[in-house]
């Protein structure tokens, strides 16, 4: 089972009728965490690998469409690239400290940017354990799908 994003949007159209202003929905197969703030909606999905050992399954993206892949330039790098298109962010709301610089260690759950599409706030988690090396789209730039965002050094 996937949800689309319009599947997802349905699911915040219901929670905008309601006072709730979090869900958590786990799957078998997912997790789908919503919340809201006085930003608006962010959303985050993780797919849960099934087979927790390979780093390209682990990678947690909104359409589980996003790639980890070694980079050309140096070996050992992995690759994050953006899992949708849209606006791409570094920071949480403009003037805010970015969530990730060159240097900063991460984790399979750490927040590196956040994807707008259509006014839906997407956090894009890191997928994996390491050092931010490069970070190659800039803040507000338009990223198609695929498109290389950080490359990061694995721990």
Do not use: C
């Amino acid at each position: 089972m996937s949800l689309s994003h319009k599947d997802v949007q349905e699911i915040l159209r219901l929670l905008e009728e309601t006072e709730y202003r979090e869900l958590t929905l786990e799957t078998e197969h997912f997790t789908l965490k919503l919340q809201q703030d006085e930003d608006g909606w962010t959303q985050q999905t993780q797919t849960v690998a099934s087979d927790k050992s390979s780093v390209t399954s682990a990678v947690a993206s909104i359409d589980e469409n996003a790639t980890i892949e070694t980079a050309a330039t140096e070996e050992g790098l992995l690759d994050i690239r953006a899992p949708m298109v849209g606006t791409f962010y570094n920071a949480p709301k403009p003037g805010a400290d970015p969530f990730v610089e060159i240097g900063s260690s991460v984790n399979e759950d750490s927040v590196i940017a956040i994807i707008e599409v259509m006014k839906l706030m997407n956090s894009i988690p890191a997928g994996l354990k390491g050092e931010i090396v490069e970070i190659l789209a800039t803040d507000a730039q338009f990223v198609e799908k695929g498109q290389l965002l950080m490359r990061v050094r694995p721990s």
